[in-house]
């Protein structure tokens, strides 16, 4: 079996998001059967601007190919593209300038998938991008996609429709995600499955060596991630300015990631920048908590990484992701107001009523659904079920060069308010 990994970005040195989700399948795949990982050569995820050589490289022993960008991403003509589709009444032609604005657009990457029968099948990481959208059109009897989709417009843009419904299989990263796409596409006889994503957690870690290394002595809530208004890192700063105002002896907060936002000068916030992964998961063992400010995820790998190591978690609760997580697995709470924020930061202390149950119950949870050997499993049973009689269907092809220019598909946003929101709860017994 030999299984192409489709990916906007690819490196040892992306520490987060969709981007290392393919990196960690990539290499648990790799196996099972020859894997190799197709890339553009951008590293830059604002431009998309080529910066890596085009051609063969081997990262972590996987062979990784990749092409260039024939046109960067330009902010400005981007805005201009989703406002339109996103907010106003518009045509197929314009979410198509949208997807051609958003990039990477590497026609050589998807040219180099698309031709003769080099995959058998075609694994294709988010959505939303240019490689996933044409490979999908393309390949679909091939495609099995992981979406890694979050709540916005983007999901109710009319062109993802019919790849929703055509692609062979979706491994979806939650309970939420799935049931946002198939109310937006109706897709609900592709075959799918809940399955997310492993993570690769060390034997040991040591709180202590955290300690001594950035010189935090009091204890901490802990932020992980990249520091950006998007992120909920705005209103982060501002519950936690008033907690620590009105609680001198409460939990300072440690953030972990590259700021592309500025944060505040405040005795208690402590700012890393970006950490090792072994340093990642030092803080993880010494923090009291992890706290997800995030309004929108497919799935959060770093709460499911304080899970593991028997850390609660305390999830903004706008996100129906991680509110839906924090339920499902009883190892997190969920805010929605300052009061809630503040009140859940006091249970989850480590010297608080809640904190070790819900670090006991993240344990469980992580080791029922995120082990490797499950991870691989569903990847695993989903390939042998399509190999032995889930059949292909033909993607529905485009409208013709009038229709597709006809203003009648309505905006985006007004789509997605129509879209049913709230947590997915498992029905109790």
Request: aromatic content about 10%; overall charge neutral; proline content about 6%.
């Amino acid at each position: 079996m030999k299984i192409a990994v489709a990916v906007q970005r690819y490196g040892a040195d992306i520490g987060g998001g969709a981007e290392l989700h393919a990196r960690y399948i990539a290499e648990r795949l790799a196996r099972h059967a020859e894997v190799e990982v197709v890339t553009t050569c951008a590293r830059d995820y604002v431009t998309w601007r080529n910066e890596h050589p085009a051609g063969l490289e081997t990262v972590n022993g996987i062979p990784v190919r990749r092409f260039p960008v024939h046109r960067e991403r330009d902010p400005r003509d981007f805005g201009r593209h989703s406002e339109r589709v996103f907010e106003h009444r518009h045509s197929i032609a314009d979410e198509l300038a949208w997807l051609d604005s958003e990039g990477p657009a590497s026609r050589a990457l998807v040219d180099y998938v698309a031709r003769g029968d080099s995959f058998d099948w075609v694994v294709l990481f988010s959505y939303r991008y240019y490689h996933a959208y044409h490979l999908a059109r393309r390949l679909a009897s091939k495609a099995i996609l992981v979406p890694t989709a979050e709540r916005d417009p983007a999901v109710a843009l009319r062109i993802f429709g019919p790849v929703f419904r055509s692609v062979r299989a979706i491994m979806y990263n939650s309970h939420e995600e799935r049931a946002m796409i198939e109310a937006a596409s109706g897709n609900t006889d592709v075959p799918g499955v809940v399955v997310g994503v492993g993570s690769a957690i060390p034997d040991r870690t040591d709180a202590q060596r955290f300690r001594r290394t950035f010189g935090i002595q009091r204890p901490f809530a802990l932020y992980i991630g990249r520091i950006d208004e998007n992120k909920g890192c705005r209103e982060l700063f501002d519950f936690y300015r008033r907690y620590a105002a009105t609680f001198p002896r409460g939990l300072d907060l440690v953030l972990a990631g590259s700021a592309i936002m500025p944060v505040p000068d405040h005795p208690r916030i402590h700012h890393l920048g970006f950490v090792s992964e072994q340093d990642k998961y030092d803080a993880l063992a010494a923090s009291d908590l992890l706290i997800m400010p995030s309004y929108f995820e497919s799935l959060s790998m770093v709460a499911l990484e304080a899970w593991a190591l028997g850390k609660p978690v305390l999830a903004n609760g706008r996100c129906d992701v991680l509110k839906g997580q924090c339920i499902r697995s009883s190892a997190g709470l969920y805010y929605e107001n300052y009061a809630e924020f503040a009140e859940a930061l006091y249970s989850l202390e480590s010297n608080g009523p809640l904190h070790t149950t819900l670090g006991r119950n993240g344990r469980e949870y992580f080791r029922t659904h995120y082990t490797w050997p499950v991870i691989e499993r569903k990847y695993l049973e989903m390939f042998e079920r399509l190999k032995n009689g889930t059949p292909a269907r033909e993607i529905e092809p485009l409208p013709g060069w009038f229709d597709r220019r006809r203003k009648d598909v309505p905006a985006a946003s007004e789509i997605l308010r129509s879209i049913p929101t709230g947590a997915v709860v498992p029905q109790r017994a």
